[in-house]
Nanobody, 122 residues
Framework: QVQLVESGGGLVQAGDSLRLSCAASGRTFSSIIIGWFRQAPGKEREFVAAIRWSGLIYYGDSVKGRFTISRDNAKNTVYLQMNSLKPEDTAVYYC????????????????WGQGIQVTVSS
């Protein structure tokens, strides 16, 4: 089992930056890929980014160039740095994990956090 706890969400203005954190516990951190998803009201859940223990990174097309994922293996924590935020980035952001990147890409990871709200006002 893997437990994931998100933090760092909130209300910001367009153009601002925000950093989300995902603290993982319960399983060897090196064996899992941790990623971020988001779901806006009335829309399907969307893959944002994922990162392996090795540092290999995957990004969804909608956030390339504005969002950066990173991980601190010593703290078992993954971060999502979000810059130049837009109102369309408003969503519930979820941390998720799986052993296989395909499961993350297909929106079917085994482990999910509870989600955290990010609201960007115009």
């Amino acid at each position: 089992q893997v437990q994931l706890v998100e933090s760092g969400g909130g209300l910001v203005q367009a153009g601002d930056s925000l950093r989300l954190s995902c603290a993982a516990s319960g399983r060897t951190f090196s064996s899992i890929i941790i990623g971020w998803f988001r779901q806006a009201p009335g829309k399907e859940r969307e893959f944002v980014a994922a990162i392996r223990w090795s540092g290999l990174i995957y990004y969804g097309d909608s956030v390339k160039g504005r969002f950066t994922i990173s991980r601190d293996n010593a703290k078992n924590t993954v971060y999502l740095q979000m810059n130049s935020l837009k109102p369309e980035d408003t969503a519930v952001y979820y941390c998720a994990a799986d052993e296989a990147i395909q499961q993350l890409r297909l929106n079917r990871p085994n482990y999910w956090g509870q989600g955290i709200q990010v609201t960007v006002s115009s």
